[in-house]
C-alpha cells in the first residue's frame, strides 16, 4: 500500500511517504513557510523513490490541532491532490500520532497552544480517554491514576504544567513533536479499515476558535502592544 502523509500543524513540518511497507521521512526547510515548500518536497520525495501521485492509495494529513495556517495548508493540499488524483483522504488527530510516536500505553499529550495555553489530551493503549481540550496548564484536568507517559513540547513551554504532572507521570517525553512519520502509521491502519473519506470532507480540527491576543489581552498578560 502506497500513502503520502503531511504534517504541518508546527513550524517543524514533515511528509512521509510509505511504499509496500517502506517509510521515507522528510523534512519541510526551516524558516520557509510551509505553503511554499510542501509541493516541491512532495514531488522531489516522490521521484526519489520512483513514485507518482497516480500510484499512491490514500493521502493523509495532521488534521489538528495544531497551528491554524499550518493545519489549513496541510488539509489544502491533501484535499487538492486527493480530488486530481481521485483518492481517499485520512484525517488523523495530532495528539493522537504523538501519543502513538512514544510507544507508551498510558499517554498524556501536550502540545504547545501558544497564547498561555496548551492542547491536552490522554490515550490508553492508542485510544483516547478524554477529550481535546485547549487551557491554561493551571486549568487542565488531569486524568486519574498513575503510571502515565508525558511527551509533547507543551511539557517545556508551560512548567507549572509539568510540576503538575509529576506525580502521576512515570516518564518524560518533552522532546517529542508532530511528525509525519507518526500520522502514516496511523493513517495505513485507518486506509486499511476503509476509514478513508472523499476530499470534501476532510476538515482541520481547530479545537480553538481564536487565532491570537488582542492587544488588551497581551497587555494585561505583560506583553506589548
Same mark, same amino acid.
Given at each position: !500500500?502506497?500513502?503520502?502523509?503531511?504534517?504541518?500543524?508546527?513550524?517543524?513540518?514533515?511528509? %512521509?511517504? &510509505?511504499?509496500?511497507?517502506?517509510?521515507? /521521512?522528510?523534512? &519541510?526547510? @526551516?524558516? #520557509?513557510?510551509?505553503?511554499?515548500?510542501?509541493?516541491?518536497?512532495?514531488?522531489?520525495?516522490?521521484?526519489?523513490?520512483?513514485?507518482? *501521485?497516480?500510484?499512491?492509495?490514500?493521502?493523509?494529513?495532521?488534521?489538528?490541532?495544531?497551528?491554524?495556517?499550518?493545519?489549513?495548508?496541510? &488539509?489544502?493540499?491533501?484535499?487538492? *491532490?486527493?480530488?486530481?488524483?481521485?483518492?481517499?483522504?485520512?484525517?488523523?488527530?495530532?495528539?493522537? %500520532?504523538?501519543? $502513538?510516536?512514544?510507544?507508551?500505553? /498510558?499517554?498524556?499529550?501536550?502540545?504547545?497552544?501558544? !497564547?498561555?495555553?496548551?492542547?491536552?489530551?490522554?490515550?490508553?493503549?492508542?485510544?483516547? #480517554?478524554?477529550?481535546?481540550?485547549?487551557?491554561?496548564?493551571?486549568?487542565?484536568?488531569?486524568?486519574?491514576?498513575?503510571?502515565?507517559?508525558? &511527551?509533547?513540547?507543551?511539557?517545556? $513551554?508551560?512548567?507549572?504544567? /509539568?510540576?503538575?504532572?509529576?506525580?502521576?507521570?512515570? @516518564?518524560?517525553?518533552?522532546?517529542?513533536?508532530?511528525?509525519?512519520?507518526?500520522? $502514516? /502509521?496511523?493513517?495505513?491502519?485507518?486506509?486499511?479499515?476503509?476509514?478513508?473519506?472523499?476530499?470534501?470532507?476532510?476538515?482541520?480540527?481547530? #479545537?480553538?476558535?481564536?487565532?491570537? !491576543?488582542?492587544?488588551?489581552?497581551?497587555? $494585561?498578560?505583560?506583553?506589548?502592544?
Amino acid at each position: !500500500m502506497n500513502l503520502l502523509a503531511i504534517e504541518t500543524s508546527t513550524e517543524a513540518g514533515s511528509i %512521509a511517504l &510509505c511504499r509496500n511497507g517502506d517509510l521515507v /521521512r522528510r523534512a &519541510c526547510p @526551516a524558516g #520557509v513557510p510551509h505553503s511554499a515548500t510542501l509541493l516541491p518536497l512532495i514531488r522531489n520525495t516522490l521521484g526519489d523513490l520512483g513514485l507518482s *501521485l497516480g500510484k499512491l492509495d490514500g493521502i493523509a494529513f495532521a488534521a489538528g490541532p495544531g497551528s491554524f495556517t499550518g493545519l489549513r495548508v496541510a &488539509c489544502g493540499v491533501a484535499q487538492g *491532490l486527493a480530488v486530481a488524483y481521485d483518492l481517499p483522504v485520512i484525517a488523523v488527530g495530532t495528539l493522537a %500520532a504523538l501519543a $502513538a510516536a512514544s510507544g507508551g500505553e /498510558r499517554v498524556l499529550v501536550a502540545l504547545d497552544a501558544r !497564547m498561555g495555553e496548551v492542547y491536552f489530551a490522554a490515550f490508553v493503549a492508542g485510544q483516547p #480517554v478524554t477529550s481535546t481540550v485547549v487551557a491554561p496548564a493551571d486549568k487542565i484536568e488531569l486524568p486519574a491514576g498513575r503510571g502515565w507517559l508525558a &511527551c509533547g513540547n507543551g511539557l517545556v $513551554a508551560h512548567p507549572p504544567l /509539568r510540576a503538575r504532572l509529576a506525580p502521576i507521570v512515570d @516518564a518524560w517525553q518533552p522532546e517529542l513533536i508532530p511528525d509525519a512519520g507518526a500520522v $502514516a /502509521r496511523l493513517a495505513l491502519a485507518a486506509l486499511a479499515r476503509g476509514e478513508g473519506v472523499d476530499a470534501a470532507d476532510a476538515v482541520p480540527v481547530y #479545537v480553538r476558535n481564536k487565532v491570537a !491576543m488582542t492587544v488588551a489581552e497581551r497587555l $494585561a498578560a505583560g506583553g506589548r502592544a
